[in-house]
């Protein structure tokens, strides 16, 4: 259940065009997770029984990308980075209502434990490729996130290619389809990663800028909205209004202020 003022404002959500959200972990119960990227089971229903309840569509990425005159309602493309093991629980979630998400996965580490420093993540391994077969199977999307989520914008040329190339190699063979969408990880890109990105082969890319998915006019730089731990339906709901983080109850008092102020102008 959301609150009012929010479901108030989420009649409006969606006029601006596309929103993605970007997920990395769903744990077991409903308390709130230690790792901000992480958010609840309880959490996590309670926000896709929301977007289903007002009638958002689903789409894939790769979906949204190939065809973006076709998702002029309401479209939220649900996002996974990583490939953590406990998304199996939360492709299940989406399978039951019938939608459907992208998930980038690092090539290096499929089936095993993350091979990159650990900033309090979830323990044990990544999704394998046989999950991985029967996931894209259902109707879900596999993208790419380098072979071993290295901070591109730190790497060289020769590294840079051989990141987004080697992944996109690795996880073609093992799923026997085409990989077109890709992540940066960390969100870290600039031109020159935006540009081997397209030179790599694939068609989208996205980032962790917030706003509009579509807003910049280029896809390999569409914008996404972080679903955080202390997130729930109803600051979801915010987000898709505003298109922003900044959905605190101070930030939403203030544009409630501004929009009151501008209508008693002469």
Known sequence: MIDPFSNYLHRSAGQHGPVMLMYHSVTGGGGRPNWPWAV????????????????????TMAELVAAPEKWTGRTAVITFDD????????????????????????????????????DG???GRLLNAAELRTMQASGMEVGSHTANHVR????DDK???AELNDSKAALEDALGSEI????????????????????????????????????????????????FN??????????????SHEVS??????????????????
């Open 40 to 59: 609840s089971m309880q959490r996590f229903r309670d926000q896709l029984d929301f977007l289903a309840e007002t009638g958002w569509a689903t789409p």
């Open 152 to 155: 591109l914008t730190q790497a």
């Open 249 to 266: 109850w101070p930030a939403v008092a203030r544009y409630a202020m501004q929009r009151l102020t501008s209508r008693m102008r002469p």
């Open 121 to 123: 993540r979830p323990a």
């Open 83 to 118: 490939g953590y093991v406990d998304n199996l629980a939360a492709w299940e979630e989406l399978q039951k209502r019938g939608m459907r998400a992208t998930w980038f996965m690092v090539s290096g580490s499929v089936g095993r434990e993350p091979s990159w420093p650990t």
């Open 230 to 243: 202390t997130d729930t339906a109803g600051s979801l709901a915010r987000k898709l209004y505003f298109g």
């Open 180 to 227: 077109s969408s890709f992540a940066y990880p960390y969100g870290a890109w600039d031109a020159r990663c935006a540009s081997a990105v397209r030179e790599s082969g694939y068609r989208a890319a996205c980032t962790t800028r917030t706003g509009w998915a579509l807003r910049d006019d280029d896809p390999y730089l569409l914008r996404r909205l972080t679903v």
């Open 159 to 161: 590294l840079l290619s």
